[in-house]
């Protein structure tokens, strides 16, 4: 009986081993696809959403004005259009900065836009965070930094400044975010 029960049992159980490293597989590779699927959907938002964005900030530094009151009400309507724009922050080639914020509505005196790093960049668009809340009305508010020298479109080579556009981090996030319960993180470099 002992050895028609192991002769019975051992294909069994050898057919159940082998069905469990399948299945075990197939999730695997299940799993695996909706994650790259997810990743590239997050990566196509994430793309997006930074398109524009540095699409407001290429056209907002090719297009000049010398006058600072029509330039704060261009800042103003740039932050108050585009949802996420939380600021914009000019500094000129003389040291002068020129900025808005819509989380507080100032566009002459306040401490945050002073915070704001302005980078040294080559060419092209810079992507950067401090990691740093902005605190406005006892509420923490992360930024997500879009920068581009500012330059005269007749004269590439004239510098003129540099401009950074405040983005609200939150609005990458759910650019990124999928549906399956995950965590987004957006890290420095």
């Known amino acids: 009986m002992t050895n028609f029960l192991l002769t019975a049992l051992i294909p069994v159980l050898i057919f ?3 069905s469990q490293i399948n299945i ?3 999730l695997k590779e299940n799993l695996s ?3 790259k699927s997810n990743l590239d959907t997050a990566e196509k938002n994430l793309e997006m959403v930074l398109d524009k964005y540095e699409t407001i900030l290429y056209d907002f530094s ?3 004005e010398s006058n600072s009151t029509s330039l704060r009400k ?3 309507h740039i932050c108050n259009q585009f949802t996420g724009v939380e600021g914009i922050t000019i500094q000129l080639k003389t040291g002068e900065i020129i900025y808005y914020e819509s989380l507080s ?3 002459r005196l306040n401490t945050n836009a002073d915070k704001v790093e302005i980078p040294k960049i080559e060419r092209g668009a810079v992507y950067f965070g401090d990691g740093k809340p902005v605190k406005i009305a006892d509420k923490n508010h992360y930024m997500f930094y879009i920068a581009r020298n500012i330059t005269d479109y007749r004269i590439i080579e004239n510098f003129q400044g540099t401009v950074v556009l405040s983005v609200n981090e939150e609005r990458i996030r759910r650019a990124i975010a999928s549906d ?3 965590r987004e993180y957006l890290l420095s470099d």
């Open 16 to 18: 159940a081993i082998i």
């Open 33 to 35: 696809d909706r994650i």
């Open 180 to 182: 399956i319960g995950s």
């Open 24 to 26: 075990q597989q197939r």
């Open 62 to 64: 090719t297009d000049r």
């Open 105 to 107: 509505s100032l566009s």
């Open 74 to 76: 261009k800042l103003s």
